[in-house]
């Protein structure tokens, strides 16, 4: 778990009420018995050290069973402001509900939502369990949270993999942010990841639907990359100078 960046990343928006509306993304950690305190301490610090509106985690929090990691997920805790995270496909083969369990200050928001207030403006944060979740027992409610969505203006869409940003088309999101990919870890592994998902990394913009797509934090199986150095995002949404 190495942080070489953070990307400071400007959404285009034309709703001047979310103008400045800031998220810090973080995404596929993979906290394993291999982890360090020190690692995860240090990611918490970097992130506290910035200023945002929330947090987002968008899965794959996990590599082992929780039991062997506790002490390491509680320093996750320590995370400040209003911390949102998602199942990654990771989180449901190691055991999402003792994930949950462990995350005391950090709210799960698996085919749920909560409104956010700014500028006296809601915000609706929505995110959906991973496209794996039918083969561990877990519901993924795809028609009700498209209800949902769909009967709200301002709303930003969470999901693990870059493919669901379908679902973001559909309701007409302001946002949609992913991550799974490891923006291909080690080039060129780069290509077969793209046989299976739209998007390896970065900010890619769909019937003026933003969909940023993190390339996360720890790796998986080799732990190493290569022309895909590990990130956490800041996202800020603006709607100066940016349209030209």
């Known amino acids: ?17 979310l103008n400045g509306f800031t ?30 509106n929330i947090l987002v985690i968008t899965g794959d929090i996990i590599d082992c069973k929780v039991k062997y990691i506790k002490d390491k997920l509680s320093i996750l805790n320590s995370l400040k402001g209003k911390t949102y995270f998602i199942s990654g496909n990771h989180d449901l083969v190691y055991g999402l509900k003792d994930l949950i369990k462990q995350l005391q200050n950090i709210t799960y928001l698996d085919n749920s939502y909560e409104k956010i207030v700014y500028k006296n403006e809601t915000i609706l944060l929505a995110g959906i369990s991973d496209r794996f ?38 309701s007409n999101c ?7 990919t490891h923006g291909g870890q080690i080039w060129p592994f780069h290509y077969f990841v ?3 998902q739209p998007f390896l990394n970065g900010l890619h913009y769909i019937n003026d ?6 390339k996360g934090i720890g790796t998986w199986g ?5 022309k895909a150095n590990s990130e956490i995002a800041l996202l800020r949404f603006t709607s100066e100078n940016t349209y030209n």
Request: hydrophobic share 35%; with cysteine; aromatic share 12%.
């Open 133 to 170: 979740s039918k083969f561990f027992g877990h519901i993924r409610e795809e028609k009700k949270l498209l209800s949902i969505l769909e009967k709200n203006k301002k709303k930003i869409f969470l999901a693990h993999q870059p493919k669901d940003y379908k679902l973001a088309l559909k």
């Open 1 to 17: 778990m190495k942080i070489k960046e953070v990307n400071y990343v400007d959404i285009k928006t034309f709703d001047k009420n």
């Open 174 to 180: 302001d946002l949609f942010l992913c991550g799974h």
């Open 209 to 214: 639907c933003p969909i940023y797509v993190n």
């Open 23 to 52: 998220i810090l993304q973080i995404s596929d950690l993979h906290i394993n018995k291999k982890t360090s305190k020190m690692q995860i301490k240090k990611l918490v610090d970097m992130c506290n050290s910035l200023d945002y």
């Open 222 to 226: 080799i732990d190493y990359r290569y």
């Open 194 to 196: 793209k046989i299976f």
